[in-house]
């Protein structure tokens, strides 16, 4: 597999060649690697970028090499190209490819929402070590994730008709950062102004939002994830994802060590860096 790397450490692509039905298709995905140890893969969730991992990323690079991604059509990685669907038995195997073109194999790997459920994927066809997943996607009932796809879409309708200098003047007060991130925040106000910019542009940039969307309206994740350590957390106050779906997910992969998040949102790296780095380094040890 050829595959062409460019940019400095800290922030990077690869381009590497994916299967499809109209034969071989290029992919670029942009990524962040720091640290030394086993592999760790980092993966975001819908509508994301891979700066979610930051609150986590300097204590996991400690002990991990690790890997975080913009998934294809998110945050810098461009779109999928013609051909490429965005589904799980597309972007699994994208991921593995991303693996391969990065010279690592069976990695350990956590994710959130989206990027939980692609880490159990990568998990149920052994093509990772370990498996994290925070809030993942996949365990809701028809009424659940009806709630949080309108909920998304209604976040990306806002942030697509926001201009820039509103979205600049709202995040500079906590007040301000709440009304825009408290969907997927326990604790909106602490972040930072310039990181709910930046996040709200990856909201409404995202190429791959409504094909990813569209793409999950049937999924359900119902297998095991047998031979593995296998972790899932969610948080307390995750308003997107609702906790309860937690038991869902113990039900259908019962060798899995269901973890509280307490205080946490959707997005936990944010509200509890530390103890979620400690759930991922537990699991990958």
Not at 44 to 67: C, K
Not at 170 to 185: E, M
Not at 251 to 269: E, F, N, Q, S, T
């Amino acid at each position: 597999m050829a595959a062409r790397v460019a940019g400095a450490a800290e922030a990077a692509e690869v381009s590497f060649s994916v299967d499809s039905p109209r034969g071989p298709r290029s992919v670029t995905v942009s990524y962040q690697r720091s640290g030394t140890g086993a592999p760790l893969l980092l993966l975001h969730g819908i509508g994301h970028h891979r700066q979610a991992w930051d609150p986590v990323v300097g204590i996991l690079a400690a002990e991990r090499d690790v890997i975080a991604v913009d998934l294809p059509g998110f945050g810098a990685s461009p779109a999928l190209p013609d051909g490429l669907a965005y589904d799980l038995s597309t972007v699994v195997p994208t991921l593995h490819a991303l693996c391969g073109a990065l010279g690592v194999e069976r990695p350990h790997v956590a994710g959130n929402s989206l990027g939980g459920l692609l880490a159990l994927e990568l998990g149920r066809e052994k093509l990772v070590r370990s498996v994290t997943a925070l809030s993942p996607a996949g365990f809701w009932s028809e009424a659940e994730r009806r709630y949080a796809f309108s909920t998304l879409r209604a976040m990306h309708g806002i942030a697509r008709r926001m201009p820039l200098p509103m979205i600049e003047r709202l995040s500079r007060s906590a007040v301000g950062r709440t009304a825009l991130t408290s969907t997927i925040y326990a604790h909106p106000g602490h972040r930072s102004p310039e990181a709910v910019v930046a996040e709200t542009l990856a909201l409404r940039e995202a190429t791959g939002f409504h094909e990813t969307l569209a793409a999950g309206r049937d999924v359900r994740f119902r297998d095991d994830v047998p031979g593995l350590p296998v972790t899932v957390a969610w948080g307390t106050r995750d308003r997107l994802l609702l906790r309860r779906q937690g038991i869902r997910a113990k039900h259908a992969i019962p060798g899995a060590r269901l973890v509280r998040l307490p205080g946490c949102g959707h997005v936990p790296m944010h509200d509890d860096p530390a103890r979620v780095a400690r759930v991922i380094l537990d699991t990958s040890r």
